[in-house]
Protein backbone atom coordinates (compact mmCIF):
# COMPACT_ATOMS: atom_id res chain seq x y z
CA UNK A 1 0.00 0.00 0.00
CA UNK A 2 2.64 2.32 1.03
CA UNK A 3 4.80 1.48 -2.02
CA UNK A 4 1.13 2.39 -4.29
CA UNK A 5 0.54 5.52 -2.83
CA UNK A 6 4.55 6.55 -3.10
CA UNK A 7 4.52 5.86 -7.01
CA UNK A 8 1.44 7.54 -7.40
CA UNK A 9 3.00 10.74 -5.93
CA UNK A 10 6.13 10.00 -7.52
CA UNK A 11 3.86 9.98 -10.86
CA UNK A 12 1.54 13.09 -9.75
CA UNK A 13 5.20 15.34 -8.93
CA UNK A 14 6.39 13.83 -12.85
CA UNK A 15 3.44 14.80 -13.95
CA UNK A 16 3.19 18.46 -12.28
CA UNK A 17 6.99 18.77 -13.25
CA UNK A 18 6.04 18.34 -17.22
CA UNK A 19 3.05 20.45 -16.94
CA UNK A 20 4.64 23.32 -15.34
CA UNK A 21 7.98 23.03 -17.91
CA UNK A 22 5.38 23.70 -20.53
CA UNK A 23 4.49 27.36 -19.18
CA UNK A 24 6.77 29.19 -21.22
CA UNK A 25 5.99 27.24 -24.32
CA UNK A 26 3.11 29.33 -25.89
CA UNK A 27 4.92 33.30 -25.44
CA UNK A 28 7.77 31.33 -26.47
CA UNK A 29 6.43 29.71 -29.76
CA UNK A 30 4.55 32.77 -30.50
CA UNK A 31 7.88 34.85 -30.28
CA UNK A 32 9.40 32.29 -32.46
CA UNK A 33 6.80 32.90 -35.39
CA UNK A 34 7.25 36.59 -34.87
CA UNK A 35 11.07 36.36 -35.45
CA UNK A 36 10.31 34.04 -38.17
CA UNK A 37 7.70 36.28 -39.54
CA UNK A 38 9.98 39.33 -39.39
CA UNK A 39 12.30 37.79 -41.44
CA UNK A 40 10.02 37.71 -44.31
CA UNK A 41 9.13 41.18 -43.99
CA UNK A 42 12.73 41.50 -44.37
CA UNK A 43 13.10 39.59 -47.75
CA UNK A 44 9.81 40.79 -48.79
CA UNK A 45 11.39 44.53 -48.33
CA UNK A 46 14.84 43.63 -49.85
CA UNK A 47 12.95 42.45 -52.91
CA UNK A 48 10.80 45.93 -53.19
CA UNK A 49 13.92 47.78 -52.60
CA UNK A 50 15.53 46.01 -56.21
CA UNK A 51 12.79 47.38 -58.29
CA UNK A 52 13.43 50.76 -58.94
CA UNK A 53 17.16 49.81 -59.88
CA UNK A 54 15.49 47.10 -61.98
CA UNK A 55 12.97 49.44 -63.57
CA UNK A 56 15.71 51.86 -64.32
CA UNK A 57 17.94 49.67 -65.68
CA UNK A 58 15.58 47.82 -68.13
CA UNK A 59 13.70 51.44 -68.94
CA UNK A 60 17.11 51.90 -71.14
CA UNK A 61 16.50 49.57 -73.13
CA UNK A 62 15.22 50.45 -77.01
CA UNK A 63 11.24 50.20 -77.40
CA UNK A 64 11.13 47.36 -74.15
CA UNK A 65 7.34 46.70 -73.34
CA UNK A 66 5.66 49.66 -71.45
CA UNK A 67 3.25 47.50 -70.50
CA UNK A 68 5.45 44.99 -68.75
CA UNK A 69 7.18 47.74 -66.69
CA UNK A 70 3.96 49.75 -65.36
CA UNK A 71 2.55 46.17 -64.03
CA UNK A 72 5.67 46.26 -61.87
CA UNK A 73 5.97 49.56 -60.99
CA UNK A 74 2.20 49.34 -60.16
CA UNK A 75 2.88 45.82 -58.12
CA UNK A 76 5.59 47.31 -56.20
CA UNK A 77 3.35 50.63 -55.32
CA UNK A 78 0.63 48.43 -53.96
CA UNK A 79 2.92 46.64 -51.99
CA UNK A 80 4.84 49.75 -50.41
CA UNK A 81 1.48 51.09 -49.38
CA UNK A 82 0.41 48.23 -47.66
CA UNK A 83 -0.76 49.56 -44.13
CA UNK A 84 0.06 46.45 -41.69
CA UNK A 85 -2.61 46.23 -39.35
CA UNK A 86 -1.55 45.03 -35.56
CA UNK A 87 -3.29 42.21 -36.03
CA UNK A 88 -2.15 40.87 -39.23
CA UNK A 89 -0.64 36.91 -38.44
CA UNK A 90 -4.17 36.52 -36.41
CA UNK A 91 -6.36 38.42 -38.99
CA UNK A 92 -7.42 35.95 -42.04
CA UNK A 93 -8.39 38.61 -44.62
CA UNK A 94 -5.62 40.80 -43.60
CA UNK A 95 -3.36 38.27 -44.48
CA UNK A 96 -5.31 37.66 -47.52
CA UNK A 97 -4.77 41.18 -49.41
CA UNK A 98 -1.04 40.79 -48.02
CA UNK A 99 -0.36 37.88 -49.45
CA UNK A 100 -2.57 38.97 -52.87
CA UNK A 101 -0.35 41.98 -53.47
CA UNK A 102 2.84 40.49 -52.80
CA UNK A 103 1.71 37.66 -55.57
CA UNK A 104 0.99 40.64 -57.73
CA UNK A 105 4.48 41.42 -57.73
CA UNK A 106 5.88 37.94 -57.82
CA UNK A 107 3.76 37.54 -61.14
CA UNK A 108 4.58 40.59 -62.46
CA UNK A 109 8.38 40.21 -62.09
CA UNK A 110 8.00 36.98 -63.81
CA UNK A 111 5.80 38.48 -66.87
CA UNK A 112 8.63 40.76 -66.66
CA UNK A 113 11.78 38.39 -66.60
CA UNK A 114 10.24 36.70 -69.56
CA UNK A 115 10.01 39.93 -71.87
CA UNK A 116 13.74 40.38 -71.02
CA UNK A 117 14.55 37.02 -72.90
CA UNK A 118 13.99 38.96 -76.10
CA UNK A 119 16.54 41.65 -75.43
CA UNK A 120 20.37 39.86 -75.56
CA UNK A 121 22.01 43.28 -75.31
CA UNK A 122 19.97 44.14 -71.72
CA UNK A 123 20.50 40.71 -70.59
CA UNK A 124 24.74 41.08 -71.44
CA UNK A 125 24.55 44.35 -69.35
CA UNK A 126 26.77 44.61 -66.19
CA UNK A 127 24.03 45.95 -64.20
CA UNK A 128 21.10 43.76 -65.39
CA UNK A 129 23.06 41.04 -64.84
CA UNK A 130 24.11 41.92 -61.52
CA UNK A 131 20.47 42.72 -60.44
CA UNK A 132 19.15 39.10 -61.67
CA UNK A 133 21.88 37.77 -59.34
CA UNK A 134 19.94 39.97 -56.74
CA UNK A 135 16.91 39.23 -57.02
CA UNK A 136 17.51 35.33 -57.66
CA UNK A 137 18.79 35.37 -54.31
CA UNK A 138 16.63 37.55 -52.82
CA UNK A 139 13.74 35.22 -54.28
CA UNK A 140 15.70 32.00 -52.75
CA UNK A 141 15.79 33.80 -49.40
CA UNK A 142 11.92 34.64 -49.16
CA UNK A 143 11.19 31.07 -50.02
CA UNK A 144 13.25 29.63 -47.19
CA UNK A 145 11.41 32.82 -44.81
CA UNK A 146 8.04 32.01 -45.91
CA UNK A 147 9.36 28.12 -44.97
CA UNK A 148 10.51 28.94 -41.65
CA UNK A 149 7.55 31.17 -40.87
CA UNK A 150 5.08 28.35 -41.94
CA UNK A 151 6.86 25.85 -40.16
CA UNK A 152 7.29 28.20 -36.71
CA UNK A 153 3.16 28.91 -37.13
CA UNK A 154 2.50 24.87 -37.17
CA UNK A 155 4.65 24.25 -34.27
CA UNK A 156 2.86 27.39 -32.22
CA UNK A 157 -0.87 26.72 -33.20
CA UNK A 158 -0.15 23.03 -32.60
CA UNK A 159 1.16 24.13 -29.14
CA UNK A 160 -2.48 26.21 -28.72
CA UNK A 161 -4.84 23.43 -29.45
CA UNK A 162 -2.55 20.36 -27.23
CA UNK A 163 -2.43 19.15 -23.95
CA UNK A 164 -0.50 20.96 -21.69
CA UNK A 165 -0.73 23.75 -24.25
CA UNK A 166 -4.68 23.76 -24.36
CA UNK A 167 -4.55 24.28 -20.36
CA UNK A 168 -2.12 26.73 -20.06
CA UNK A 169 -3.94 28.81 -22.83
CA UNK A 170 -6.93 28.84 -21.01
CA UNK A 171 -5.54 29.64 -17.50
CA UNK A 172 -3.31 31.96 -18.80
CA UNK A 173 -3.36 33.07 -22.19
CA UNK A 174 -6.69 33.24 -23.57
CA UNK A 175 -6.03 36.17 -25.73
CA UNK A 176 -3.88 33.97 -27.91
CA UNK A 177 -5.11 33.60 -31.19
CA UNK A 178 -3.56 30.52 -33.75
CA UNK A 179 -1.67 32.18 -36.53
CA UNK A 180 -2.55 32.63 -40.09
CA UNK A 181 -0.47 30.35 -42.33
CA UNK A 182 0.94 31.38 -45.70
CA UNK A 183 -1.62 30.59 -48.42
CA UNK A 184 -0.84 32.69 -51.39
CA UNK A 185 -2.64 30.26 -54.99
CA UNK A 186 0.11 28.15 -56.56
CA UNK A 187 0.66 30.72 -59.79
CA UNK A 188 1.14 33.37 -57.77
CA UNK A 189 4.61 31.28 -55.59
CA UNK A 190 6.83 30.39 -58.53
CA UNK A 191 9.89 32.15 -58.35
CA UNK A 192 10.67 34.74 -61.00
CA UNK A 193 12.66 32.86 -63.52
CA UNK A 194 16.14 34.74 -63.55
CA UNK A 195 18.44 32.51 -65.25
CA UNK A 196 19.07 33.26 -68.44
CA UNK A 197 22.35 31.72 -68.24
CA UNK A 198 22.22 29.25 -71.36
CA UNK A 199 19.67 31.33 -73.82
CA UNK A 200 21.25 34.97 -75.18
CA UNK A 201 25.39 33.19 -74.98
Avoid: C, H
Amino acid sequence: MRIAGIVVLGLLAALLVWGFSGINAIPSKEESAKAAWAQVLNQYQRRADLVPNLVATVKGAAEFEKSTLEAVVEARAKVGTMQLPPDLLTNPEAMRVFEANQGGLTSALSRLMVVVEKYPDLKATEGFKTLQAQLEGTENRIAVARKDYIDSVRIYNTELKTFPGVLWKSFLYADREPMQQLQVEPEKQDVPKVDFGASGN
